[in-house]
């Protein structure tokens, strides 16, 4: 097993009360969520929730993200990443506090919080060099804020041993699915910025991997033509009619033809491509894309008895419309089966940050490529 990157020792409780934290890649929200775990079941669910992220935050992290594209390997990091890291942090203050309020919760109710930070790079590796995954938050500052300590930055350590760094939900969805009763074989499908699948087989017998885009290239491409931040139901969509042979040309790229496990970057596949098209013939496209290379995820020969699907894509009739009439399994969403389908992913994190604090492993050989099960995430006090 790999090392385990932590700044202190926490105490660890059994179980621990913890606030769990995820801001993706569509930078629309700081999700949150409270769980109570040893880091192997759960032991009770808290409240969840969202706050939008304030528009100064979203409008350097779109810098931030634009400079990262441009930084080159082996170069200091550009100053924005401390500014957009301290700014990640006091946003998650800001959205916290009041969602505490909301519950009547107080910070002194929490054992540990876990935050994941804002992506903003992410490159998978190569047979010729390991990847590379930034996630921007300043742990130290928002541990100080809150006065509890902060587990973060869960993806290095996996990558630096040449694993993927993603996805890193899978063990959660392991237990929750073990939570709610369900046998395996199962599926958990989240569809976010990018869309990954996890396919369960047993508590630590997983395949999991990005699938290919999820909404984030309707939400760019909507974005770039001044149409709003995205397709709101489906309706662009529902109006737009596929061009095929821009769907084959997506969906021939060399990443469909790779091995799981294997990661993606929301800028990994070209936009230009649905330039041509109106926006509602793109936002179909595109959504056509999505659904149909998570199709592909069954080419590795799992048949799980349900298809669950977490994430903003859920919302998407769209999305789910395609996702019904090809996936060769019953496609349900998260609710289906009492999950919380957008706060699956704040809950990982609560949940790993707890594996974090007992030592526990949370990526594997199945999810993210590396050649043993790796701890990971550090933690800092306050």
């Known amino acids: 097993m790999g090392p385990s990157y932590r700044f202190a020792t926490v105490a660890v409780n059994d179980p621990m009360k913890i606030l769990g934290f995820m801001t993706g890649t569509s930078l629309d929200a700081v999700d949150m969520a409270v769980l109570e775990t040893d ?61 505490l309020a909301e519950h009547g919760l107080a910070w002194s109710d929490f054992d540990l919080l876990g935050v994941h930070g804002q ?93 290919g885009p999820g909404n984030g290239m309707i939400d760019l491409m909507l974005q770039e033509r001044g149409l709003g931040r995205f397709d709101e139901n489906g309706r662009l969509a529902a109006a737009g009619k596929v061009d095929q042979a821009i769907l084959d040309a997506f969906l021939a790229s060399d990443y469909f033809a790779g091995p799981a496990p294997k990661s993606l970057d929301r800028y990994d596949f070209p936009l230009d491509l649905v330039e041509p098209l109106s926006a509602e013939d793109a936002a179909a496209t595109l959504v056509a894309f999505t659904a149909e290379a998570v199709i592909k995820a069954f080419d590795h020969g799992a048949r799980p008895s349900a298809l669950i699907v977490c994430g903003g894509g859920r919302h998407n009739p769209q999305i789910m419309r395609v996702l019904a009439e090809r996936a060769p399994v019953p496609v349900k969403t998260a609710e289906a089966f009492g999950w919380r389908g957008d706060s699956i992913e704040a809950e990982a994190f609560a949940y790993l940050a707890a594996r974090t604090a007992n030592g526990l492993p949370i990526s594997f050989p199945g999810t993210t490529g590396v050649k043993t099960p790796m701890t990971g995430g550090r933690i800092v006090e306050p």
Do not use: C, M
């Not at 199962?186 to 869309?195: F, H, I, R, S, T």
């Open 39 to 99: 880091g192997r079941d759960i032991q009770a669910f808290g409240p969840a929730g969202e706050r939008k992220l304030r528009e100064e935050t979203r409008d350097l992290l779109l810098v931030a993200t634009e400079v990262a594209r441009g930084w080159p390997r082996g170069k200091p990091a550009p100053d924005i990443f401390a500014e957009a890291a301290r700014a990640v942090a006091d946003e998650h203050l800001h959205a916290a506090e009041s969602f």
């Open 119 to 211: 992506t903003v790079l992410h490159e998978r590796p190569t047979p010729e060099r390991i990847g590379r995954t930034v996630q921007l938050l300043d742990a130290e500052r928002l541990a100080k804020a809150t006065g509890r300590p902060v587990a973060f930055d869960f993806r290095a350590a996996d990558v630096a041993a040449g694993g993927q760094g993603a996805p890193l939900a899978p063990i959660y969805h392991a237990a929750r699915a073990r939570a709610s009763g369900l046998a395996a074989p199962v599926a958990a499908l989240n569809v976010g910025g990018v869309a990954n699948i996890t396919l369960i087989n047993g508590d630590e017998d997983l395949l999991a991997f990005d699938t």
